[in-house]
């Protein structure tokens, strides 16, 4: 007797990403109570459901994880273009934090989640500033919890002062002491936390924080059994500063603080020479790439060919709105493999390695390859549908090189977070999508009032602009 499961999907070419890589080209995939119960050849499903789903034509993917992103930079697409770097974080990043409030963290928080479900995105890595309006990072936990995906969420925090270079400092009232930092930590993980959200501390950067914020967010992270994040190794204006101060590369200096290890997700990684990649592999650290924001302001091509040859635990992410415009993982799928073939030739990677960066690997470096990354029994039900009856992904021979090398996020038909349906036919279960634009769009108007950067994006255009 076939056993009854909350869901079922059949006839799909199902992609497991389990350590023996298998692929089933008629499977199956079996959900109950939010868990995958089985996966296999459809012709040996022992499974049935009153919500049995044909997916002929389509193929199942393990839900993607997007590393690293800023969901409240949703509502801030291009207002940062073409901005050199010191002036992106003076004129843009300081002046956007003070404009903003919980209900525009909302909004734009909505829009990027938006953007990533409907890509297939099921768990994001956020990261979000905690100052200097203290409530505003509950909009986006309000936002994620409604929206019902799975997310790691950091409240970013700096104290230092030290202001030698304007690109690597941290304004006045942006910094803040850490004893209120982790009791604000403390409130949100008790306030939002659940088995789909986690909220977690970020020290931002070795340079924009003091070593004792470090070590002290990284005995909370120990002591909590919870994820750290940091930005590290970001750009050359870094590595330059790091330097002068520690004379030492950033991972160095983490290594000279123990902050390194399995707890820790750093995003960036752009400038590590050999020794920090073999200290990030044996500490086993995990590292978002996020190829597309890297191009985006010139901070160079990570080493990503020499991460994966060292062992380094490298998932992929977007970045937010304004280091990258689009939350889009597809695309950061293929930069991150061409990058690499630019700098070693046109038989490095595959397009089957960047599907098992945007899935499995991610769950690794975000420490949770037990539970997401893969469509094996006992994991959770997460996974997106991808029809790939469409005319950019012919012939239907090569699909795994069509998805990532010509594909999109509109292939995208259905999405699933812990057994439930999230998108359908495209569309989201949760939101009205123009209520999503609507309130977006007001609260990028509030927001450019206040700091008068929709006026600079004009003010770099070379066009005439007649009203």
């Known amino acids: 007797?076939?056993?009854?499961?909350?869901?079922?999907?059949?006839?799909?070419?199902?992609?497991?990403?389990?350590?023996?890589?298998?692929?089933?080209?008629?499977?199956?995939?079996?959900?109950?109570?939010?868990?995958?119960?089985?996966?296999?050849?459809?012709?040996?499903?022992?499974?049935?459901?009153?919500?049995?789903?044909?997916?002929?034509?389509?193929?199942?993917?393990?839900?993607?994880?997007?590393?690293?992103?800023?969901?409240?930079?949703?509502?801030?697409?291009?207002?940062?273009?073409?901005?050199?770097?010191?002036?992106?974080?003076?004129?843009?990043?300081?002046?956007?934090?003070?404009?903003?409030?919980?209900?525009?963290?909302?909004?734009?928080?909505?829009?990027?989640?938006?953007?990533?479900?409907?890509?297939?995105?099921t768990t994001t890595a956020v990261g979000e500033f905690g100052t200097p309006n203290p409530g505003a990072i509950d909009g986006v936990l309000r936002a994620l919890t409604e929206s019902r995906s799975r997310a790691v969420v950091a409240r970013i925090s700096a104290d230092s002062s030290d202001e030698h270079d304007p690109s690597q400092s941290t304004a006045p009232d942006a910094r803040e002491s850490i004893d209120h930092a982790l009791s604000e930590v403390t409130r949100l993980r008790r306030t939002y936390g659940s088995e789909l959200v986690e909220v977690v501390p970020e020290a931002l950067g070795v340079l924009r924080c003091t070593p004792d914020m470090i070590t002290e967010f990284t005995a909370y992270a120990k002591a909590e059994s919870c994820r750290m994040t940091m930005h590290v190794a970001s750009s050359p204006d870094e590595r330059d500063e790091a330097r002068h101060r520690f004379g030492t590369g950033s991972i160095e200096r983490l290594s000279e603080l123990d902050a390194l290890g399995p707890h820790l997700l750093i995003a960036h990684c752009v400038w590590c020479?050999?020794?920090?990649?073999?200290?990030?592999?044996?500490?086993?650290?995990?590292?978002?790439?996020?190829?597309?924001?890297?191009?985006?302001?010139?901070?160079?091509?990570?080493?990503?060919?020499?991460?994966?040859?060292?062992?380094?635990?490298?998932?992929?992410?977007?970045?937010?709105?304004?280091?990258?415009?689009?939350?889009?993982?597809?695309?950061?799928?293929?930069?991150?493999?061409?990058?690499?073939?630019?700098?070693?030739?046109?038989?490095?990677?595959?397009?089957?390695?960047?599907?098992?960066?945007?899935?499995?690997?991610?769950?690794?470096?975000?420490?949770?390859?037990?539970?997401?990354?893969?469509?094996?029994?006992?994991?959770?039900?997460?996974?997106?549908?991808?029809?790939?009856?469409?005319?950019?992904?012919?012939?239907?021979?090569?699909?795994?090189?069509n998805l990532v090398y010509s594909g999109n996020p509109h292939a995208v038909e259905t999405v699933v977070v812990d057994g439930r349906i999230l998108v359908d036919a495209g569309r989201l279960t949760m939101w009205e999508h123009g209520d999503i634009v609507r309130e977006g769009n007001r609260a990028a108007e509030v927001v450019g009032d206040r700091t008068s950067l929709p006026e600079a994006y004009r003010e770099r255009s070379t066009w005439s602009w007649i009203r």
């Open 1 to 121: 007797m076939a056993e009854a499961v909350d869901l079922l999907f059949r006839g799909a070419t199902v992609v497991s990403m389990d350590g023996e890589r298998r692929v089933f080209e008629s499977g199956y995939v079996a959900i109950d109570g939010g868990r995958i119960a089985g996966v296999g050849r459809d012709e040996e499903c022992g499974f049935e459901s009153p919500h049995t789903i044909r997916a002929d034509s389509k193929v199942i993917l393990p839900g993607l994880v997007n590393c690293h992103t800023h969901l409240s930079n949703g509502i801030t697409r291009g207002l940062f273009d073409e901005m050199p770097l010191a002036e992106w974080v003076t004129r843009g990043m300081w002046p956007t934090l003070r404009a903003n409030t919980e209900d525009t963290y909302y909004a734009g928080a909505r829009v990027a989640l938006a953007e990533n479900l409907l890509g297939g995105v």
């Open 273 to 401: 020479d050999e020794t920090e990649r073999r200290l990030l592999a044996e500490s086993q650290t995990g590292v978002s790439h996020n190829p597309v924001a890297n191009l985006m302001y010139a901070a160079g091509v990570a080493p990503l060919a020499e991460m994966l040859q060292a062992g380094v635990h490298v998932g992929l992410g977007t970045d937010g709105a304004s280091t990258n415009n689009g939350q889009n993982l597809w695309e950061a799928m293929k930069i991150a493999v061409f990058l690499q073939k630019s700098r070693w030739g046109a038989e490095w990677g595959s397009a089957e390695l960047a599907l098992e960066l945007a899935t499995i690997g991610g769950a690794r470096a975000l420490g949770m390859a037990e539970e997401i990354g893969s469509l094996e029994a006992g994991k959770r039900a997460d996974l997106a549908v991808v029809d790939i009856d469409r005319a950019h992904l012919v012939p239907r021979s090569t699909w795994p090189s």
